[in-house]
C-alpha cells in the first residue's frame, strides 16, 4: 500500500500557514472526529528545544522495561511517516496510518488545515483506539500555540533545554524563546525542566508560577554528571550510579536525566533501579550520533550521523568529538534548512575538523544550497551530496578517518544509501 500524505484539499507543508494557531486548527479537528483526546490514557508532554526526542526514547524504554504500554507521538519521522505514531511500542501499520488520515480530511472538508495540525489530529484518533497505559507526545513547534498542545489536564510536562532555534516564530532572545516554550506548563501539573541557562530561570518561575504549575529543576531538585564509566543520578531522595546511557555524548546523560527525574515523579508507575538501567543502555533512537555502516569506506574508515539542527546541537557534538575522537582526522559533511544560522552552528566545529563540506538536503525544498553554506562560513567546500564529499575526503586523505553527517536529520536517508 502507496500512502500519500499530502491529500487533496488539504494545503501543501510548504504552502502559506492556513489562519488561527495550530492548537486552535487541531481542537477543531478534534471536536469533528469526536473528541478522541478525551480517550487517551495519561500523557506526559515534552517541550523544549534539544532533547526532546531523546528524553522520549529513555522514559519509553525505562516504563517498557516496567512493563507498561507505551503510545508515543514525536517528529519528524527519519525513515518512514508510521515512526512518528507508535502504539503500545509498534510503528503504526500502514493500512490504520491511511484510514485514520483519511477520517481526518473527511471530517476537515473544507477547513484551511496545516499538515502537522491534520497528523496530530490523526494520530489522537488512532492513540483513542488502542489500549496503553500511557502516552508520551512531542511537541512540534512548541509552545502554546502547537499543535500538541490540546490537552488541559496532562499528567506531566518536561521541558528539555531551550536554545536558539524557530527564532522567526519565538523571537530572537532566550528571555522570549523560553516564555513560549513555557506555554508547556499548566495549571498545578508539575514539570520537570532539564539543564537551562541560568538567565531563563526567573522567566520559567514566573510563567509557572502564574498558573501555579510546580517546576522540578535540574541543578536545584536534580542533577546528572559523569563517573568514569558510567553515570550518576541524584535528587532529594540521594544519589544512584548507573551505567552509561547507549545514545553518545554528555548531552545524552542529560536527557537520561530528565527521564529519571520524570520517573521520580510519577507515583503511579511502579519502576526500579533495574528497569531505569535496562532501559538507559537499551534506548535507541534513529539519528543521534549515529555509527552508519558504508562497505565502500577504505578499511579503517567510520561514517556518522548526526541530525542536531541548532547552534545547541552543534556545541554538544563538537564537545563530543573534540573529547573521544581525537584517534583519526574528523571531517564534517553539513547540509542545513532554511531559516538556520549556517555560521553558529559550523563555528563550533571549525578548529577540531580537517575540512568542512557543504550538501543540498536533497529531499527537502527548504534547504540551503551548497553554495550558499560554502559562502555563509570561510574554508567550506560545496558538493553536490554526500557522496560527492566523501569521494574527495577519500581521494584526499591518505590515513583513516571519520566522516560526519550533520546539520538535518532529513539527511539521513542520504547518508545511508551513499
Same mark, same amino acid.
Not at 169 to 175: F, I, S
Not at 344 to 351: E, N, Q, R, Y
Given at each position: ?6 491529500m487533496p ?6 504552502g ?8 486552535q ?5 478534534l471536536?469533528?472526529l469526536?473528541n ?7 500523557v506526559i508532554h515534552v517541550?523544549g528545544t ?7 526514547a ?6 517498557e522495561?516496567?512493563g507498561y ?11 518512514k511517516?508510521n515512526?512518528r505514531i ?6 503504526i501499520s *500502514?493500512a490504520? $496510518?491511511y #484510514?485514520?488520515l483519511e477520517?481526518t480530511?473527511?471530517? =476537515?472538508g473544507d477547513?484551511?488545515v496545516?499538515? !502537522? ?8 484518533l488512532?492513540?483513542s483506539?488502542h489500549?496503553a *497505559?500511557?502516552l $508520551?507526545? #512531542?511537541m512540534?513547534?512548541g509552545?502554546?500555540?502547537? =499543535?500538541t498542545?490540546?490537552l488541559?489536564?496532562? !499528567?506531566?510536562?518536561i521541558l528539555?533545554t531551550?536554545?536558539?532555534?524557530h527564532?522567526e516564530?519565538?523571537? *530572537?532572545?532566550?528571555?522570549a ?8 506548563f499548566k495549571p498545578?501539573?508539575p514539570?520537570?525542566i532539564?539543564y537551562?541557562?541560568p538567565d531563563?530561570w526567573?522567566?520559567?518561575e514566573q510563567?509557572a508560577g ?7 529543576f ?11 564509566d558510567?553515570m550518576?543520578f541524584?535528587?532529594?531522595h540521594g544519589?544512584?550510579?548507573l551505567?552509561l546511557p ?7 546523560i542529560v536527557?537520561?536525566g530528565?527521564?529519571?527525574a520524570?520517573l521520580s515523579?510519577?507515583?503511579n508507575?511502579?519502576v526500579s533501579?533495574e528497569h531505569?538501567i535496562?532501559?538507559l543502555v ?5 539519528g543521534?550520533l549515529?555509527h552508519?555502516?558504508n ?14 539542527h541548532?547552534m545547541?546541537?552543534?556545541q554538544?557534538i563538537s ?5 573521544h575522537?581525537?584517534d583519526?582526522?574528523?571531517y564534517?559533511i553539513?547540509?542545513t534548512?532554511q ?14 575538523t580537517?575540512?568542512?563540506y ?10 540551503y ?15 553536490e551530496?554526500i557522496?560527492d564529499?566523501l569521494r574527495?575526503i577519500?581521494r ?5 578517518f571519520?566522516?560526519l553527517?550533520?546539520g538535518?536529520l532529513y539527511?539521513?536517508?542520504e547518508a545511508?544509501?551513499v
Open positions: 500500500m502507496s500512502i500519500t500524505l499530502h484539499h488539504w494545503p501543501k507543508p510548504f502559506p500557514e492556513p489562519s488561527g494557531t495550530p492548537s486548527r487541531t481542537r477543531t479537528l471536536k469533528k469526536g478522541p483526546e478525551l480517550g487517551l490514557p495519561p517541550g534539544k532533547g526532546k526526542g531523546s528524553t522520549i529513555f522514559l519509553k524504554a525505562m516504563l522495561a516496567a504500554k507505551v503510545h508515543s507521538y514525536t517528529s519528524p519521522h527519519i525513515e511517516f515512526e507508535c502504539l503500545a511500542g509498534h510503528a *500502514d490504520e $496510518l #484510514e485514520t477520517a480530511r473527511l471530517v =476537515a477547513m484551511d496545516g499538515f !502537522f495540525d491534520a497528523t496530530t489530529a490523526a494520530a489522537m488512532a492513540f483506539r489500549p *497505559d500511557i $508520551l507526545m #512531542e512540534g513547534l509552545g502554546i500555540v502547537d =499543535a498542545n490540546i488541559d489536564n496532562p !499528567f506531566l510536562t528539555t531551550v536554545s536558539y532555534d527564532m516564530y519565538m523571537g *530572537d532572545t532566550l528571555h524563546i523560553a516564555g513560549f516554550e513555557a506555554g508547556l498545578n501539573i514539570s520537570v532539564s537551562q541557562h531563563i526567573e522567566t520559567l510563567k502564574a498558573i501555579k504549575s510546580p517546576l522540578y535540574y541543578g536545584k531538585h536534580w542533577r546528572t554528571r559523569t563517573t568514569g558510567g550518576l541524584a535528587d532529594t544519589e544512584v550510579k551505567p547507549s545514545l553518545l555524548g554528555a548531552h545524552q536527557n537520561a530528565n527521564a529519571i520524570a515523579l510519577m507515583e508507575f511502579e533501579q531505569v535496562r532501559g537499551q534506548a535507541q533512537w534513529k543521534r549515529e552508519i555502516y562497505r565502500a569506506l577504505p578499511v579503517g574508515c567510520e561514517l556518522w550521523f548526526d541530525g542536531g541548532n545547541a546541537a552543534s554538544a564537545l563530543f568529538t573534540a573529547e575522537w581525537q583519526k582526522p574528523l564534517l553539513f547540509g534548512t531559516g538556520k544560522d549556517i555560521a553558529s552552528m559550523l563555528a563550533p566545529f571549525a578548529d577540531i580537517q575540512h568542512i557543504s550538501v543540498p538536503v536533497q529531499s527537502e525544498p527548504k534547504s544550497s551548497a553554495e550558499t553554506i560554502a559562502d555563509a562560513f570561510s574554508g567550506v567546500t560545496a558538493c551530496n557522496h564529499a574527495i577519500m584526499d586523505s591518505d590515513t583513516p571519520r566522516a553527517v550533520f538535518s539527511l539521513w536517508l545511508n544509501h
